[in-house]
């Protein structure tokens, strides 16, 4: 832990210079970084393949491409971004001007799951770089051969003074918000989001918190049924349905049900049937997981899949009917590729119910009614969501991405992600041209003039 204290001040030293927050530098470090992923790319796919069994399509796609681009998004629009902003004032402010400066918090610690463990470990860490500070990166300890080769990664890239990579567990975490770091940005469970919170308290360190949940998918009568059921099965079975924004359960109304669940048992067959073999499919992380989601296929009833492999830690996509809310199925975040569908009749009922639910992270909508939509957007609390989708909300650097309640706090993505790990310092700039005189105390018939002045 010694070590931990060291790390620390080294970084609050290093910040202390001015050098993170320099244009050149921040731009730098982010070509630095895409330079360096890049040139790793085929030493995380296998890292991913070993920790998750992750193919290289999905290595790709949902990790290392999605990181480089949002890399390029940055570079480009970051000299806009840093630009103090100029603000109206008030009449009461006559002579005045107004500015916001975006200013780096100084040593920032990132914490992130074992899911998409490239993905969450670099998007938030190319933002807190983007915005000037120092960072440390805590990936997690579940996902190992992925953090060890992130050590390898910036290791020969960045001092540790800028960014660092620490390897371990929850003690390592406990052991870094103990010390002296300026934020704190967490993703994983809520039950840890929690702790690391009231661990954040004792020293008022600011969080961000992207937390899980049960995310609804809502199949309403007049929605494109082969679609919806592709984009669901998708959505859902990606990464064997270890993603937090996977939908963890589907409402279908009555009258189009079964037509839904024909068309999701050739989607399943066309994505992930035969010729997907269960080599080429992401694993179940690990055995307490693994025995937990086959805990799940007793409830109900199996339409789709169920097939399972201890060994292999494989899970087929498999898809459950007759559920209830009070089986556990209904009451846990799934995050493994099993789909329960539950039907209904009345749409404002099941919104009632939702809503009634901690505050999803995410939430999708099949409906190509444009009222019912609005409806549904207006009705229910959610971090983020799709109209006739799923997951694809959070690969736009245009849309911020987080939760709300119990699904976390605070976003990030693009210029979201610069604005989190930067406050906003606001300057007032006062006229010395002039110097209204009925603010001050001995000003003649001060409180009636500021009275007219204020009406
Ligand atoms: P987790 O909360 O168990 O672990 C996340 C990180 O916290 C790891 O680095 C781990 O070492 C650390 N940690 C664990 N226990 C700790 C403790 N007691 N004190 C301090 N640190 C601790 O989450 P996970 O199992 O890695 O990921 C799965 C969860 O994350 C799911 O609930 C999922 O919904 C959520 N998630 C959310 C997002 C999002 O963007 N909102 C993304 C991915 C996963």
Redesign the pocket.
């Known amino acids: 832990m010694e070590q931990i204290t060291a790390l620390v001040r080294s970084q609050k030293r290093y910040f202390k210079t001015g050098e993170t927050k320099k244009y050149e530098t921040r731009i730098q470090a982010l070509k630095t970084l895409h330079a360096a992923l890049s040139a790793h790319e085929s030493a995380l796919t296998e890292a991913l393949a070993s920790d998750l069994n992750k193919s290289a399509f999905d290595a790709y796609v949902t990790e290392i491409g999605l990181v480089l681009k949002e890399i390029r998004f940055m570079i480009k629009h970051l000299k806009s971004w840093m630009k103090p902003k100029k603000v109206k004032t008030a009449l009461t402010h006559f002579g005045t001007k107004g500015y916001i400066y975006p200013e780096p918090y100084g040593v920032t610690l990132i914490?992130?799951?074992?899911?998409?463990p490239v993905q969450?470990s670099l998007m938030p860490l190319a933002g807190a770089v983007a915005a000037g500070n120092t960072v440390i990166l805590?990936?997690?300890?579940?996902a190992p051969q992925t953090a060890k080769c992130l050590v390898d990664m910036f290791k020969n890239a960045f001092s540790t003074e800028y960014i660092a990579v620490v390897q371990?567990?929850?003690?390592?975490?406990?052991a870094l918000?103990n010390e002296d770091v300026d934020y704190v940005f967490?993703?994983?469970?809520?039950?840890?989001?929690k702790?690391?919170m009231e661990?954040a308290a004792r020293r008022l360190i600011p969080v961000t918190?992207?937390?899980?949940?049960k995310s609804p998918a809502i199949v309403h009568e007049d929605a494109p049924i082969e679609l919806a059921a592709k984009r669901i099965a998708w959505g859902k079975f990606m990464n064997a349905g270890?993603?937090?924004?996977a939908p963890d359960y589907v409402y279908v109304h009555k009258t189009v049900k079964d037509a839904f669940l024909e068309a999701l048992k050739a989607a399943v067959d066309e994505l992930y049937g035969d010729d997907i073999a269960q080599e080429n499919t992401t694993k179940i992380?690990n055995e307490r997981?693994f025995d937990r989601l086959v805990g799940y296929l007793s409830e109900g009833h199996i339409l789709i899949g169920g097939e399972t492999n201890r060994s292999k830690r494989f899970i087929a996509p498999t898809v459950l009917t007759d559920v209830t809310w009070t089986d556990p199925v209904m009451q846990e975040?799934i995050?493994g590729p099993i789909l329960p569908v539950m039907e209904y009749e009345n749409l404002n009922a099941i919104l009632r119910e939702i809503s009634d639910k901690p505050k999803p992270?995410a939430f999708y909508l099949f409906s190509k009614n444009r009222d019912i939509q609005h409806h549904v957007v207006d009705r229910v609390s959610f971090?983020g969501g799709a109209i006739n989708d799923t997951i694809y909300h959070?690969t736009t650097p245009y849309l911020p991405?987080?939760?709300i309640g119990e699904?976390?706090i605070g976003a990030y993505h693009g210029q979201f992600s610069f604005a989190t790990f930067s406050h906003q310092k606001s300057v007032l700039k006062q006229t010395t041209r002039f110097d209204l005189p009925f603010r001050y105390p001995n000003a003649k018939n001060g409180l009636k003039r500021i009275k007219l002045f204020l009406k």
């Open positions: 914490i992130s799951p074992w899911n998409y969450l805590k990936p997690s300890e579940v371990g567990g929850p003690e390592t975490s406990t918000l967490f993703t994983g469970g809520t039950a840890v989001g702790i690391i661990q918190l992207e937390l899980g949940g270890q993603t937090c924004v992380i997981h975040e995050f992270l971090g959070m991405f987080g939760g699904s976390g």
